[in-house]
């Protein structure tokens, strides 16, 4: 895995972001068409939805990171480990995506990819009593960029993750001696302790979803 370049490219999407501002503009076009179950925390909506994508995106390769940390640590690493390098891949190398989309704006897209397929991996390490993969929990934090995104196209990157992970995440990677060994060796302070280190997602970069207000 090459986290230092997925950093590495965010930096430079950044820099990019400060001159062109194709971001922000981007926000802007879509506020008003934003779902009015998602709010800001506490600052001016712009602003509120900049620092969220900033976050939401930067936060990728630590989720990688963390994510391959514990896959480690339940002996499932190998099989695993070909999920987390299209996860990078989808950052490093993204599929074709709408031309207009550069910079920052890009890489909300890839991020997208990213976190939806970890969140994936991680609801079948769940199912299968591992707890989490993932501790930090970005499940209401892709739903805001599904909304931002719109449906149709975040439909179609829905359904390519569902197709990869399909593909390099059967059930047959939590069965077997070393996984079942870990999940007798992973005591309940164990995953607490995970869940308080990584919290939601959408909270921590202020943004919110009034999730009985969403049809």
Known sequence: MNILALRER???????ETTESI????????LPTLHPAITAVGEQEV???????????????????AALGVATQAHISPQLLPVMKVAETFFLQPPDLPSDHRGLLALLDEAYLA????????????????????????????????????????NKLD????????????????????????KQRMNVED?????????????????????????
């Open 115 to 154: 976190h939806r397929l970890l969140e994936e991996v991680n609801d079948r390490y769940l199912a299968h009593g591992g707890g989490q993969l993932v501790p930090l929990d970005t499940t209401r934090a892709s739903l805001i960029v599904h909304h931002l995104l719109e449906e149709d196209f975040a």
């Open 191 to 215: 995953k607490r302790s995970l869940w308080q280190e990584w919290p939601c997602m959408s909270e921590q970069l202020g943004m919110e979803i009034r999730l009985r207000d969403i049809a």
């Open 10 to 16: 965010i930096s430079q999407a950044e820099q990019h």
């Open 159 to 182: 359904a390519l993750v569902q197709v990869t992970v399909d593909g390099l995440a059967p059930d047959s990677v939590f069965h077997g001696p070393d996984f079942s060994e870990y």
């Open 47 to 65: 602003e509120a939805l900049m620092r969220f994508v900033r976050g939401y995106i930067g936060q990728v390769p630590d989720v990688i990171e």
């Open 23 to 30: 971001l922000r503009a981007w926000l802007e076009e879509r």
